[in-house]
């Protein structure tokens, strides 16, 4: 790769390998047509039925894909790959946290996923039904996955680091009646306990009747008849046969729903489809990490996210690659984790966080260059922008000067990639370049005027996509405010993100622009924690805010007014640390609490958590003029 003035171009091997040559003509191509554009992706998908109609926009913002088309996400993502070379080819390799190693081929991933699906079904699971999965990072967590989409049913995973009451908040909202989960799994050399945190749930979330069980730790857990199963007991029984069939799916038809936070506290249960999303997330992955049959894929997301959903199990799956996943911490037992088994694994292409990279850099280089990463074509960040100096060591230092870096800016709502670059793009460091074929994106003014080259505004999205989320879970409404109310007239997608784009159009992201708060790429909304602030007893009020943080790109400052007669204390901010932690899950653990008087509000009440952050930054606290006194 070649380098002027901080951009980085490809080298002309990358160039050769790559799947998309020429950005601008396919691009052109692909916006002023995206039915055709999308249609010819589709193509190359097996369906039961084609569809008769690509885009069906009649009941804006409520967009239908394929409509009329029957599949399954399973029917790409296994079972056509029996019926090719791709059989016999390892579809996926694991390697737990001490050290242990299984490997699956298509052929035993198609058995596993089969006896899961059988399973489920003798568990009374019928299409439709909402699964709820609260796994460590094992391949049962993906054949949980996979089995429920097979059948029809409806995946809601909760990821592993949350807590019982974020697990029952969710199973309520979705009415879920079965749980899968595992004693627990191994992190930083310890066994977690999930089991335990998924009894507390159930005795708050009533509808619960079953939960199935994985044994990875071999910990004791606690079980109880007729509710309790251990999967490997339900496996060994006739029940759980090695064929299975696919559910023929209306392309419209629900594969997941994915909670994610937003500016209220209750966390939005967003639906995305089999159609569209098998579509989207495999032609994303496909051409902007140029996906080989060869390749060995790793996403270092935990399932548990939309990264982990799109790129972890579904599209490597659906372009036939074999994917890679590790159970545990990147620094257990030493730094060199990561780089360790990219050499021993030979690794094609590593897709991880800013967070991850910088977490991993404080080690220094020798961590790094002492294992041999020559297996490496192509790396990837998501999540939160990457800040230069990360870009730059991951780019030097794992990269070696030799794989370009694929910034991929999207959401979960957005199912697949939306601003990304392709091997082929010239980089800057910092930016996730250009839209995706199909899109046209602007950064515009609160009136949606396009501002000026290099100028901040809100991030819209001109064009419906496959992958897009269909909806909210039981709020359409909350759907439609959230994201179209804005431009409704322009039918633009409003993203929350606030962004420039530079006179070559290459696209900024600065952050978030609602109460959302991005701690290490995780994403938490500033309502759920300064609730769950208010839930200690010493505590009447609170605001939340991001302010920058070294490694997590962003950490939780907290202000809160304490009760009448309760003295604040360094040992109290401990408490109420370590009680966010227990109420939210350790990613919600607040860096500082501050205890006030009182916060600055507007006079109808609402606080105004943009002067708290100005204050504590040192900088101008903008019009004042709403604030109460
Ligand atoms: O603010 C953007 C940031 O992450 C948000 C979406 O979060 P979530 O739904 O959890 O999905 C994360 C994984 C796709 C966005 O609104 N974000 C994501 N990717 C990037 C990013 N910010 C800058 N650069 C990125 N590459």
Redesign the pocket.
């Known amino acids: 790769m070649g380098k002027s003035k901080d951009i980085y171009y490809p080298s002309k091997k990358v160039v050769e390998n790559a799947t998309v040559k020429d950005y601008d003509k396919l691009y052109k191509k692909s916006v002023k047509d995206i039915e055709k554009f999308w249609a010819e992706e589709a193509k190359r998908l097996e369906w039961f039925k084609p569809w008769n109609k690509v885009l069906d926009d009649s009941e804006f913002p409520f967009y239908k894909w394929f409509v009329g088309g029957k599949t399954n996400i399973i029917s790409n993502a296994i079972d056509r790959h029996l019926k090719t070379a791709n059989r016999n080819k390892l579809a996926i390799i694991w390697e737990g946290e001490p050290g242990d190693i299984k490997t699956y081929s298509y052929h035993a991933l198609a058995r596993e996923v089969c006896e899961f699906a059988n399973v489920l079904k003798a568990m009374g699971v019928r299409k439709g039904e909402v699964v709820t999965i609260y796994m460590p990072q094992i391949p049962e967590q993906v054949f949980a996955m996979l089995a429920c989409a097979k059948i029809g049913a409806v995946h809601s995973v909760v990821y592993g680091g949350f807590s019982h009451e974020a697990i029952a908040e969710r199973v309520n909202d979705a009415k879920s009646r079965v749980i899968i989960t595992a004693d627990g799994g191994y992190r930083r050399g310890k066994p977690t306990q999930l089991k335990e945190i998924v009894n507390k749930a159930m005795e708050i979330a009533p509808t619960l009747e079953i939960c199935i069980t994985v044994k990875r730790t071999g910990e004791d857990v606690y079980m109880e008849n007729d509710r309790d199963y251990w999967y490997h007991e339900l496996k060994s029984l006739p029940i759980a046969g090695h064929s299975c069939g696919t559910e023929e799916m209306d392309a419209e038809d629900p594969l997941f729903i994915l909670y994610?936070s937003g500016s209220t506290g209750k966390p939005k249960g967003l639906v995305h489809t089999h159609g569209g999303y098998s579509v989207y997330t495999s032609a994303t992955h496909r051409m902007v990490f140029d996906i080989k049959p060869e390749d060995r894929w790793w996403c270092a997301a935990d399932p548990g996210?939309?990264?982990g959903h799109s790129y972890l199990v579904y599209a490597p799956l659906i372009n036939g690659a074999t994917l890679f996943m590790y159970e545990g911490a990147p620094n257990h037992p030493y730094p060199d984790r990561w780089w360790r088994m990219i050499d021993k694994f030979g690794i094609n292409i590593l897709y991880t966080s800013p967070t991850a990279i910088r977490g991993l850099m404080r080690y220094g280089e020798s961590w790094v260059t002492k294992h041999d990463l020559s297996s490496l074509r192509l790396l990837g960040?998501?999540?939160?922008?990457?800040n230069p100096e990360a870009w730059k060591w991951y780019y030097r230092v794992v990269g070696q000067e030799r794989c370009p870096i694929m910034?991929?800016?999207?959401?979960?709502?957005t199912g697949g990639f939306v601003i990304t670059p392709l091997p082929i793009t010239p980089l800057k460091p910092g930016s996730?370049t250009k839209p995706f074929f199909g899109h046209e994106i602007a950064v515009v003014d609160e009136d949606g005027n396009e501002v000026a080259p290099n100028e901040v505004g809100a991030l819209v999205l001109k064009n419906p996509w496959p992958g897009m989320a269909r909806t909210i879970l039981n709020d359409p409404e909350r759907y439609k405010d959230t994201y179209w109310k804005k431009f409704e007239e322009k039918r633009w997608y409003h993203?929350?993100?606030s962004a420039k784009k530079d006179e070559d159009g290459y696209f900024w992201?600065i952050?978030?622009s609602d109460d959302v708060i991005?701690v290490s790429?995780?994403?938490l909304g500033t309502a759920e924690i300064e609730s769950a602030v208010v839930s200690h007893d010493a505590v009447t009020e609170a605001a939340a805010i991001p302010l920058p943080h070294e490694l997590k790109g962003n950490a939780i400052h907290v202000y809160a007014i304490l009760k009448e007669g309760v003295s604040p204390s360094k040992q109290l901010e401990k408490e109420v640390k370590d009680h966010v932690a227990q109420v939210m899950g350790p990613i919600a653990k607040p860096e500082e609490i501050v205890f006030v008087d009182s916060l600055p509000k507007t006079r109808s009440g609402k606080i105004m958590r943009r002067v708290l952050k100005a204050r504590a930054l040192g900088e101008d606290e903008g019009d004042l003029t709403t604030l109460d006194d």
């Open positions: 994610t996210w939309i990264t960040s998501v999540g939160e922008p990457i910034d991929t800016w999207w959401q979960t709502e996730a993203a929350g993100d992201i952050g978030r991005k790429g995780y994403r």
